[in-house]
């Protein structure tokens, strides 16, 4: 059986979630990829031990995460079963609703039905009684915001999350939630948006400074760019890479434009000079100015969280290592 390594909060600093109690890791571990019913269970477990062991105490989920849809909450279940329910009090387990799941009118978007319907699930393959965060995964046009942000309040109150969030929601989303979420009472606490080097949409949008003044917390996914900015596909598309396993759609070789390699090799000058990897760059630049609570790694194998850990050495930028990275991200 696991037993956690003594010394893993000495590794790992921890960053209100905006304005609310929760402190989440500077790092936290996305299970969107790699926990599916299709991977390893034993690699999962080295994973998800060699996280907490440097000190990560968040792991996210969502329904659908696999393949096949739900697999990832029920592999994460069997590893609590085996394993880690001892530490359960010392971790942060969120799961979300929002995109497809199931057939039918009712397994998808924002509806009460839905939304409902699919935490009882997710708490049945988790073997949970309760998540820490559950999100609405994304915004849905069709539904009513009232309805979608009135069922995240009673499922707080039903006692099945004790926080919630939103995702994918832009700023003028974000406000109208927020607006609505704080007239209940709601604990709203987070908006998980996708943000990397290559994907500044939400400084543009203006929703990261929007969550900071409103002293909502914001934790960035995908923030190596599926793997792009790690470098590894620099030299062509790696077998056992997530563009080059087959398994995902999500990242495929068409993705990987001679414009984003020649950026990706300029930054990887910069981190050289830094004395970090452009992978350890990559996550210590999202963490740079405070804004954003927690960076959310994925990782399909221990040794990458360890790599990946050593970004918090050094999270300060020069304004001229700023400034040279701006001008390579025009
Ligand atoms: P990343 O951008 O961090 O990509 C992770 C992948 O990059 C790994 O699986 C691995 O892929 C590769 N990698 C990571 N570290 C290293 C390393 N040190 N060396 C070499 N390769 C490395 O994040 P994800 O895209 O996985 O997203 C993270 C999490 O964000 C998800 O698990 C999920 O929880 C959340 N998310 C949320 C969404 C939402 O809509 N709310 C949408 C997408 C993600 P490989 O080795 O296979 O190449």
């Known amino acids: ?166 995702s994918n929601y832009n700023r003028e989303q974000t406000r109208e939630a927020c607006r609505i979420l704080r007239e209940q009472g709601t604990p709203f606490i987070i908006n998980q948006l996708s943000y990397s080097m290559l994907n500044r949409w939400i400084e543009r949008d203006g929703v990261k400074d929007y969550l900071y003044e409103n002293g909502i917390g914001c934790i960035a996914f995908s923030p190596l760019a599926q793997g792009i900015l790690t470098g590894k596909y620099l030299e062509g598309i790696p077998a056992d890479s997530r563009a080059g396993s087959g398994k995902s759609p999500f990242l495929r070789g068409s993705d990987l434009s001679e414009d984003t390699l020649e950026k990706v090799r300029a930054l990887q000058e910069i981190a050289r000079e830094r004395g970090q990897s452009l992978t350890q760059m990559a996550l210590a630049w999202i963490l740079r100015d405070g804004k954003v609570a927690s960076v959310l790694i994925g990782a399909s194998r221990p040794e990458q969280i360890r790599e990946n850990c050593r970004a918090l050495d050094n999270i300060i930028f020069s304004s001229e290592e700023s400034d040279r990275i701006d001008e390579i991200l025009r």
Request: glycine share 10%.
């Open 1 to 166: 059986m696991y037993k956690a390594d003594e010394t893993r909060y000495d590794k790992m600093p921890y960053n209100r979630c905006g304005k609310s109690g929760l402190k989440l890791p500077a790092l936290s571990l996305g299970m969107w990829h790699n926990f599916g019913s299709v991977n390893d269970l034993e690699n999962m477990k080295k994973i998800l031990f060699e996280a907490f062991d440097c000190g990560i105490t968040h792991f996210d989920l969502a329904n659908n995460y696999g393949p096949v849809y739900g697999s990832a909450e029920e592999n994460m279940g069997r590893i609590l079963r085996s394993d880690l329910m001892p530490y359960r009090k010392e971790m942060v387990i969120s799961t979300k609703a929002g995109y497809d799941m199931w057939k039918g009118p009712y397994g998808d978007g924002g509806s009460r039905k839905y939304l409902m319907t699919s935490l009882d699930e997710s708490l049945k393959r988790l073997g949970l009684d309760y998540v820490d965060i559950f999100y609405h995964h994304r915004p849905d046009p069709d539904t009513p915001m009232e309805e979608t942000m009135a069922a995240l309040d009673q499922i707080v109150r039903s006692g099945k999350a004790l926080y919630v969030g939103i």
